[in-house]
């Protein structure tokens, strides 16, 4: 709820109400703010002295009661309404509606543009005059008599009438002063603006999808499905060296990746494995704990040696193959 407060500050609530009557009076205006309709209270004492927090306490609520309710008035739906108070519900009222209408704007200048049909929004008078509609179907070109799609039609003295939806039912009519495929809406109710729609689009207008939707989206599955079973289907040989297992797990893990399995991957995942000084089965094993998509010689850590069970190659091989008495004399000298 807005608060002006210099309007507040120079009222006669704030110079001569008591502090409880203040406390009590903003109390209230903060209540009706959420009431139905907004910006009321319901004529009811004790109702009135629950929201003012004096529940309990009638005959404090007795005494802030005049004070409280100053400006609340009793009208003819036999509610309390405030002069104030009303004002500003009715500004946010029409704020509200006004960004509500830009919303319904851009949404019909996204379907023009989409469609390649003039946009032609209503201004916000005509908007409001017409039910304030929100996320009603809009015409595609064919729909409506004059749009993209008759453009091009042979010229004729005599126009033919639709016999299905006649004119004077029509929510739009043809304006000719204006370019093919632009309307000028008649002021009329929101009801003949949405059985208008419904004839047209009666799959959308009731929330049902439309058939080609639902096709288009079987399809999109379907392809999104042969996608995932690519890899395992052009996926090479399994080496001898690693168990069935390990292979089924690795192809797995490269399917939910969405990473194809070749050759050349195989190739490279060998190469790694050589770098790393440990066998290819071991190699895969740690890919598929890490359960990343790529896996190189120098990211593997201890703690990945210890989760497969592979012993870290020693840096220290070979030692046993060397001569270390090459370059030695018989009498210990180099």
């Known amino acids: ?50 929201f003012a927090g004096y529940g309990r306490t009638p005959e404090e609520w007795a005494r802030v009661r005049d004070g409280a309710l100053r400006g609340w008035v009793k009208c003819s739906d036999g509610r309390l309404y405030h002069a104030v108070v009303a004002e500003k519900v009715i500004e946010a009222l029409g704020a509200q509606r006004k960004e509500q209408w830009k919303t319904e704007c851009a949404r019909i200048k996204k379907h023009s543009q989409r469609h390649h049909i003039p946009y032609d929004p209503p201004d916000f008078d005509e908007w409001v005059s017409l039910g304030c509609p929100r996320g009603q179907p809009l015409p595609v070109p064919g729909d409506v008599p004059g749009t993209s799609s008759r453009q091009n039609a042979p010229k004729s003295d005599a126009e033919p009438t639709n016999t299905a939806h006649p004119p004077e039912n029509n929510p739009f009519e043809a304006t000719p002063q204006k370019s093919p495929g632009t309307f000028q809406r008649v002021p009329g109710d929101a009801q003949a603006m949405s ?18 939707e639902e096709k288009g989206k079987e399809e999109k599955g379907k392809e999104q499905r042969e996608d995932a079973r690519a890899p395992a289907a052009h996926a090479p040989t399994r080496p001898v060296d690693v168990p069935e297992q390990v292979w089924t797990d690795w192809l797995t893990l490269r399917r939910s990746k969405r990473a194809p399995v070749t050759q050349t991957v195989l190739d490279a995942a060998i190469s790694e494995a050589a770098k790393a000084n440990i066998s290819l089965d071991a190699f895969l094993r740690i890919w598929c704990l890490r359960g990343t998509q790529g896996l190189q010689a120098e990211w593997l850590k201890p703690d990945d040696y210890r989760r497969a069970g592979v012993a870290p190659a020693s840096r220290h091989r070979g030692l046993d193959a060397k001569d270390y008495r090459e370059g030695v004399t018989p009498d210990g000298r180099f």
């Open 1 to 50: 709820m807005p608060l002006q407060v210099q309007r507040l500050r120079d009222s006669r609530l704030a110079s001569r109400a008591s502090g409880d009557e203040f406390r009590a009076a903003v109390i209230l205006w903060c209540v009706s703010w959420h009431q139905l309709p907004a910006g009321s209270l319901p004529d009811d004492d004790q109702d009135l002295a629950d």
């Open 195 to 212: 059985s208008f729609f419904d004839d047209r689009v009666p799959a959308l207008s009731h929330g049902k999808h439309h058939p080609t």
